[in-house]
């Protein structure tokens, strides 16, 4: 097997119904442009407010995928 190269890349997905949504909607958005994704880690969760209700989930989330030069 010979080395690889992986480029790590920061997203941030939104869903109205739940940060697993959010978090997969970041990781199918970037496979329709980026190749050979390999891991997707959640770096961070978060809501957006509004009038004191929760509006959208946020997920941050880290994908890395090969470096191709």
Partial sequence: MS???YKVIELVG???E???KAAAAAVNTASGSLQDLRIAEVSKL???LEDGK???YRARVKVSFR???
């Fill in 3 to 5: 080395d690889s190269v």
């Fill in 14 to 16: 939104t869903s109205t």
């Fill in 18 to 20: 739940s940060w697993e």
């Fill in 46 to 48: 978060d809501m957006q």
């Fill in 54 to 56: 929760i509006s959208r």
């Fill in 67 to 69: 470096y191709q030069s």
